[in-house]
């Protein structure tokens, strides 16, 4: 985890449970005698994230609509910090599906002071970002909202003439069809040996978990596109789930001439990383 992470040293759930009852019943003991969650429960990830969002980011509303993606917060603030270190004197962010949570722009605010674009396909998911701003008022006029109307697109239609963003980030869709994500599900669940209450640990459906190509056809399209919005980016920066995936960037980005970096991020015994490209 990135230095600068204030979930560092863990939570203390005990305490999470004090400030939201409706954790109490999510918490089970560790074979050394600590407490943790029952981080199988969708509805239980879903309470600490809103608690932890309430209580250290000062928020008066987060609320998702049922089934809709929970966003670890310690993994998404480390990809923040990482991005600051990127590009120190950032002002202006894009986000690319932004998701119902709202979770990059709000941390992105608050750490930083960063205004944000925020773009997503899906009209529940804007739906709930918008009552997020509407119900906070350090958001708005942070933030903007925008509609990209095409799948398939994903800076053409949303990123105006006259717009500057010093980086944009992205949270990329995962896999390739509703089908594939749900076999993918079924299988982690068969490997923890449990059976989920619910179909996610982290909820999300159907046209935030795939895309067409999955992560790869996404990120090569971002790719693709991002050399004509060279004039209006700084930083280019999208997660990588897949590490295998690197070789076909690097050589892209070498043939649009573009200077790539990649920034691993490591949460507990997961790795993931960041690839970031600038004309
Ligand atoms: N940023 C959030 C959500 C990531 S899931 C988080 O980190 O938790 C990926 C999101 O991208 C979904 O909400 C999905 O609806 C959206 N999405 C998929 N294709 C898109 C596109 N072409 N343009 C904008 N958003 C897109």
């Known amino acids: 985890m990135h230095s600068r992470n204030r979930y560092l040293n863990g939570h203390d759930f005990s305490a999470l449970a004090r400030r939201e009852p409706r954790l109490a019943a999510h918490l089970r003991p560790t074979p050394d005698g600590r407490i943790t969650l029952d981080f199988t429960s969708p509805q239980a990830v879903y309470l600490l994230n809103r608690t932890l969002l309430l209580r250290d980011y000062n928020l008066q509303h987060w609320d998702l609509p ?9 993994g998404r603030l480390d990809y923040i910090h990482a991005l600051a270190d990127l590009v120190p004197q950032a002002e202006n962010i894009l986000d690319i599906g932004t998701g119902a949570s709202l979770i990059y722009p709000i941390l992105g605010v608050r750490e930083y002071g960063w205004r944000f674009v925020g773009t997503e396909i899906d009209d529940k998911s804007l739906r709930a970002a918008r009552a997020i701003i509407k119900h906070n008022s350090f958001l708005r006029g942070k933030i903007d909202l925008r509609q990209q109307d095409w799948p398939g697109k994903i800076f053409d239609g949303v990123v105006r003439r006259d717009d ?27 490997k923890l040996g ?13 046209r935030e978990l795939w895309t067409e190509g999955g992560e790869v056809g996404f990120l090569r399209r971002m790719l693709g596109e991002s050399k004509n919005f060279a004039k209006r980016v700084g930083w280019f920066t999208t997660l990588v789930s897949q590490q295998g995936y690197l070789d076909d960037a690097r050589q892209r980005l070498k043939a649009m001439r573009a200077e790539g970096r990649v920034i691993p991020l490591r949460q507990g015994n997961k790795a993931s990383r960041i690839l970031a490209w600038k004309f």
Request: proline letters at 12%; one cysteine or more.
């Open 66 to 74: 049922a089934g809709k993606l929970v966003p670890p917060i310690p």
């Open 164 to 190: 500057y963003f010093d980086a944009t980030i992205c949270n990329p869709p995962f896999y390739a069809s509703a089908a594939t994500a749900a076999a993918a599900s079924q299988k982690k669940w068969d």
């Open 194 to 206: 449990v059976k989920p209450a619910e179909e996610r640990s982290f909820g999300g459906v159907d």
